[in-house]
């Protein structure tokens, strides 16, 4: 079982809707989840990090966070052709190790 | 301020010759990451350091792949011989205060086995 997990796509969306990006993770104790966003052919950059259970929320970006379900997600509201990218999922595991899930590519269509 | 530096940016070898890849991180930061990643993969941690120390090297293949950072602030990766799996974008990040904090991302230094 991988450590982290995510729907490869590409999930396509019209400008203006919200786009959902989904991540599970085997490690029921991790404690640190990120959501990296990656351009083609560039290097990942953090878009948000979350701990605590519930939702954070940073302009039109919101992470959501169940320990329960070992499941994170990442909603993009009003999508833009701009939020086209591969979204990548990562965990700090109870070992202190760092895992990337394989990436969710996005298509925002204008 | 400047980014993670990385050196070069393309490297095309032949198999079972050696290569090496350089990296300096953001001026303080004290934790040093070296990534590889396939395409259509994400990221995959080779090796942590904090300071001069490598705390993680669990997934750094031994036999061919070595690193140093022996002033704890620039870092070289080095695959000696290469294969041909071995081609893909090689990563260097680095963070303030370990795992938890940010990490910064350099351009990353893309391999070619030939």
């Known amino acids: 079982q991988k450590e982290v997990e995510q729907n490869s796509g590409p999930l396509s969306v019209p400008e203006g809707a919200i786009a959902s990006l989904n991540c599970t993770y085997s490690d029921r104790g991790s404690q640190s989840f990120f959501w990296y966003r990656q351009y083609s052919g560039k290097s990942p950059e953090l878009i948000m990090f979350?701990?605590?259970?519930g939702d954070k929320e940073d302009g039109r970006f919101t992470a959501q966070l169940n320990k329960a379900s070992q499941y994170v997600s990442l909603l993009i509201r009003d999508s833009q052709p701009s939020d086209s990218a591969t979204y990548l999922c990562?965990?700090?595991?109870?070992?202190?190790?760092?895992?990337f899930g394989t990436g969710t590519s996005l298509t925002v269509i204008p | 301020e400047a980014g993670v530096v990385q050196s070069p940016r393309y490297k095309i070898i032949e198999k079972k010759q050696p290569v090496a890849f350089w990296c300096n991180p953001i001026s303080g930061h004290n934790t040093l990451y070296w990534y590889l990643q396939n395409l259509g993969q994400g990221p995959e941690l080779l090796i942590r350091?904090?300071?001069?120390?490598?705390?993680?090297d669990s997934q750094l293949p031994k036999d061919r792949f070595s690193a140093e950072r022996l002033k704890g602030v620039d870092s070289t990766l080095k695959i000696q011989p290469a294969e041909l799996g071995d081609s893909a974008v090689y990563l260097c990040a680095s963070s303030l205060a370990g795992d938890t904090d940010t990490q910064y991302f350099g351009p990353g230094t893309r391999l070619t086995v030939l």
């Open positions: 990562a965990v700090l595991n109870t070992g202190n190790q760092f895992y």
């Open positions: 350091y904090e300071n001069e120390e490598a705390v993680d």
């Open positions: 979350i701990y605590s259970n």
